[in-house]
């Protein structure tokens, strides 16, 4: 099954898919990422997606999150909202689609996961997740946090402050230290991917 990667960064995301069942993975973003894990090309994630989608099985987005962050007032810089005319590229094409982001972004929270629903109570990082189908119903624990956490800014706690944690704790051994910062965990996506490839399957695709 192929699947299309979108504003990829170094390969989180895409790692969990490839868990799920996904052998053939393209990334797309608009800076180089040597260390992406898989096919990667560099290039506009809309370009890209409106001349290309229509090959894939299924399509992820990660469109920049800046723009819906505390961090923008914390560094009080603009950025643009990519989230929504990607969402209706999506919709144009007529493949499963998934987008992810973070809490506040303009999109439905159709899915919301962290690392404390995977064991990972230090890890507190919340995302968002809109399906273009209907998922089963979805029972998962309550959303319990340790004391000490690593940041979603990317500053580690007492106990979590080195790359080499970082690794660790988000099951990612090949990043650097702001790769990881940006990087989805790839159980997230490992466990939302296999409810993609059975959706897939049941209508006949892949």
Not at 65 to 84: K, M, N, Y
Not at 101 to 116: K, T, Y
């Amino acid at each position: 099954m192929r699947l299309l990667d979108l504003f990829c960064g170094a390969g989180g995301a895409a790692m969990g898919y490839h868990r799920a069942g996904f052998d053939e993975i393209v990334g797309i973003d608009n800076r180089p990422m040597p260390r992406y894990p898989f096919t990667f090309i560099q290039a506009d994630a809309l370009e890209y997606v409106v001349a290309h989608g229509h090959e894939f099985d299924a399509i992820h987005a990660s469109p920049p999150c800046q723009a819906f962050t505390v961090a923008r007032v914390i560094h009080g810089r603009p950025h643009s909202d990519s989230l929504t005319p990607m969402r209706i590229a999506l919709q144009h094409i007529g493949k499963p689609w998934i987008i992810e982001n973070v809490p506040n972004a303009p999109m439905r929270a159709d899915l919301i996961l962290c690392g404390s629903i995977f064991g990972k109570p230090q890890l507190k990082r919340h995302r968002y997740f809109e399906f273009s189908w209907e998922l089963p119903l979805i029972l998962l624990p309550p959303c319990s946090h340790a004391k000490q956490i690593i940041s979603v800014f990317g500053h580690g706690g007492h106990i979590y402050n080195g790359v080499r944690s970082w690794r660790e704790l988000m099951g990612i051994d090949w990043m650097t230290r702001d790769e990881l910062a940006q990087a989805i965990p790839p159980a997230y996506t490992e466990f939302i991917g296999r409810y993609l490839v059975a959706h897939l399957k049941a209508v006949g695709a892949g």
